[in-house]
């Protein structure tokens, strides 16, 4: 029996390191498609979430039959609710990278960004194509430090998504309504990629260690001069 449960287990990580795969590619599609005004990119990723959908279908139907017929307890326990948790994580950043091929696709020729919030994010994409790079390799590894240090560099994604609303509420903005919609929009989608990467990253050392790791407090001013997510937009 355990040798059975071992080989199913295996199967749904396999599902799951797919979907991790499938949610990159959906990301960076995302932002190709934004940045560079790429409507087949977008056609792309939107078509793309099917798999995404179903691949989460496939990993939650696995798991649930593997509480049913194996009783998992402890650790083995652990894992198979954790990758329920994930498989839905990933999903939503699926759906995330649909709604920014969405608004790339309905703006078509013209780009949804206006000049001055352009920079920044070409900084949030750039940063959130690491970071799901990162969680491919962080999902198939179990390295809890790496997952503890993907918690911690949220904070810069944190800060550029702040400084989109500086611009939009800044005396020298210029876009019109829907700019001004599309830009929010665009950024609380960025903004909650990565709450899901941290999600996916707390759900990592809650199952190798057990615990949910709290956000560690971290001063702003930390090496920011330094970092290329975080260097001040040119004027």
């Keep these: 029996m355990r040798v059975i449960f071992t080989e199913e287990l295996k199967q749904v990580a396999d599902d799951l390191d797919r979907m991790a ?39 939650i139907n696995q798991c649930v039959q593997l509480l049913a017929k194996q009783s998992p307890v402890a650790t083995d326990l652990r894992v198979v609710v954790s990758t329920l948790r994930l498989a839905s994580t990933f999903e939503r950043m ?11 696709r309905r703006t078509y020729p013209e780009s949804a960004l ?35 240090q993907l918690i911690i560099d949220d904070d810069k994604l944190d800060d550029l998504h702040h400084h989109i609303f500086d611009i939009v509420n800044g005396a020298d903005w210029t876009g019109n309504t829907q700019q001004t919609i599309d830009v929010v929009l665009l ?13 996916v990253a707390r759900r990592l050392v809650y199952i190798v260690s057990g615990f949910d790791p709290s956000k560690a407090p971290k001063s702003k001013a930390d090496d920011s001069a ?10």
């Design 94 to 104: 699926g759906d995330l990278a649909r709604h920014v091929a969405e608004i790339a």
């Design 187 to 199: 950024s609380r989608f960025y903004e909650r990629f990565g709450d899901h990467a941290v999600s």
């Design 21 to 59: 795969q499938e949610v990159h590619t959906a990301i960076v599609g995302a932002g190709k498609a934004l940045l560079e005004s790429d409507v087949e990119a977008a056609q792309n990723v939107i078509d793309g979430d099917l798999e995404i959908d179903a691949l989460e279908t496939s990993v």
């Design 226 to 235: 330094n970092d290329p997510y975080l260097a001040a937009p040119a004027k």
């Design 114 to 148: 206006t000049p001055e919030t352009r920079e920044t994010f070409e900084k949030m994409q750039a940063f959130l194509d690491d970071t799901s790079a990162k969680l491919i390799t962080v999902l198939a590894s179990r390295d809890d430090k790496a997952a503890e």
